[in-house]
């Protein structure tokens, strides 16, 4: 049986690892190699790397550290951040990602998600998607960190990725990154009943009963950052707790 | 130490298969050429991107022929995921495309009810006579499966909405479909066993 993977998110900037509110106020988490060592020996499924240096000097150290983390682990790792065009999905698969996320160059020219699966597989295209809370049971895509609504429907948006090509999709709900009050578990269910591709859960997750209530809304995956960064949790409390709640994880 | 030939496909990814060899204490090199492929101790056909693209890769560059005796003499050679499904006679995927056909089987989708790709762990369990695979978990990244065990193989199954073959060896062969490379300190358990075979040809 397929498990429900956990998913620690390294948000790193200029060669460290960092995490905001909102994308916002960034503090600064330590060394990613250091990290994603850590939460490999933890028992994660796997390992979310989000560039969010916005220099071009700072994409550059990204590839670097891309490549040191792949030297470093043997799960599986997905890179995203600053793609905006085949040429660079290429460099981070070329640097060791597995999985490339596309976020905003997606948004202005949805023909890169089929470029990107037809020359990589799907498996390594993954959309991710930005929504904000715009009305009950309804949701638009931010991109830019926020600062841009496109006036997208997120569920149709999804729908739209995943026909391009997009076999996974990293769902953050906006509202909710880095405030701790657990993920919008309507817009998961949302996502998850719209299409029938992989959905990882992000944004807001700050307790393992947040993380279980993800995958009860029907996400194939949970990421959070904040809640293994500073100690409090180890992805095998996490996991052990969903085992206990009757959900299927590797232990 | 094991020099391991990793074969070009142009598409794949390969830094995850290199650094895995690595630190199972083995050092890659690449090529698609053809001598070089027959020439190998150990070879790795590793696998990302789509099925008719793959066959293509292996035609243009002659590496069909000495991939088939490769699999016919039983030497060292380790398929990944699409790897694994290029050793059949054909894929859904590329209806009309023909695979290498050393497996007269055919590769099929999962089902539409599924959440497809299959992303993720999946427990894995031998069925008996298997010498390199072990029962235990491991990362897949896949659409297509093959269900039936071929004759002459021992496999490992794992169950995505019905069992289907997760891996299977014959000899020296490994054909895994889940990503040895990946799968953490068992997969890495599995490479090294596959690279402690030595080459009855050599």
């Known amino acids: ?251 | 130490m094991r020099k391991v030939l990793v074969i070009k496909t142009g598409v794949a990814n390969l830094a995850s298969v290199v650094a895995g060899l690595r630190r199972a204490g083995a050092r890659e090199y690449f090529s698609d050429d053809p001598g070089e492929v027959a020439a190998a101790t150990h070879a790795v056909l590793p696998g990302v991107g789509a099925f008719a693209a793959g066959m293509e890769m292996l035609e243009k560059n002659g590496l069909v022929e000495p991939l088939q005796k490769r699999f016919a003499q039983n030497r060292p050679t380790l398929a990944v995921c699409l790897g694994l499904q290029l050793l059949c006679a054909a894929s859904e995927e590329d209806p009309g495309v023909e695979g290498l056909g050393i497996i007269p089987e055919k590769v099929r989708r999962f089902p539409d009810c599924l959440r497809v790709p299959q992303l993720g762990w999946n427990m894995t369990e031998p069925t008996p006579g298997c010498a390199l695979l072990q029962a235990g978990y491991a990362y897949f990244a896949n659409s297509y499966r093959l269900c039936e065990q071929p004759p002459g193989w021992t496999a490992s199954r794992a169950d995505y909405g019905g069992s289907f073959v997760a891996a299977m060896e014959r000899g020296s062969i490994l054909a895994c479909q889940f990503h040895p490379e990946l799968s953490g300190p068992w997969g890495l358990g599995l490479l090294k066993r596959w690279l402690d075979r030595e080459d009855a040809a050599c």
């Open chain 1, 1 to 251: 049986m397929l498990t429900k993977r956990i998913i620690p998110c390294l948000d790193v900037a200029d060669g460290r690892v960092v995490k905001g509110v909102k994308f916002q106020g960034l503090r600064d988490a330590g060394s990613p190699v250091e990290r994603a060592k850590t939460y490999e020996q933890q028992g994660a499924d796997e390992l979310v790397l989000l560039d969010v240096s916005a220099t071009p000097e700072g994409r550059r150290t990204a590839l670097k550290t891309v490549e040191e983390v792949r030297g470093a682990l043997s799960i599986p790792l997905t890179v995203g951040g600053g793609v905006r065009s085949a040429r660079d999905a290429q460099n981070l698969l070329e640097a060791g990602a597995d999985k490339v996320g596309i976020n905003t160059a997606a948004v202005k020219d949805p023909e890169l998600l089929n470029v990107i699966a037809r020359r990589f597989g799907r498996q390594c295209t993954i959309l991710a998607v930005d929504a904000k809370r715009v009305a009950e049971g309804r949701w638009q895509v931010v991109v830019l960190s926020g600062a841009d609504d496109t006036g997208l429907d997120v569920v149709q948006w999804m729908k739209d990725a995943c026909d391009k090509g997009a076999g996974e999709i990293l769902l953050t709900c906006w509202d909710r990154d880095g405030t701790r009050e657990g993920y919008d578990l309507k817009l998961l269910r949302a996502a998850a009943d719209a299409v029938n591709v992989p959905i990882i859960a992000s944004g807001g997750a700050d307790s393992p009963e947040h993380l279980l209530q993800g995958v009860r809304a029907g996400a194939d995956a949970v990421l959070a950052a904040s809640i293994f960064h500073y100690g409090e949790y180890t992805v095998g409390d996490v996991k052990k707790y969903l085992k206990e709640n009757g959900v299927e994880v590797r232990l």
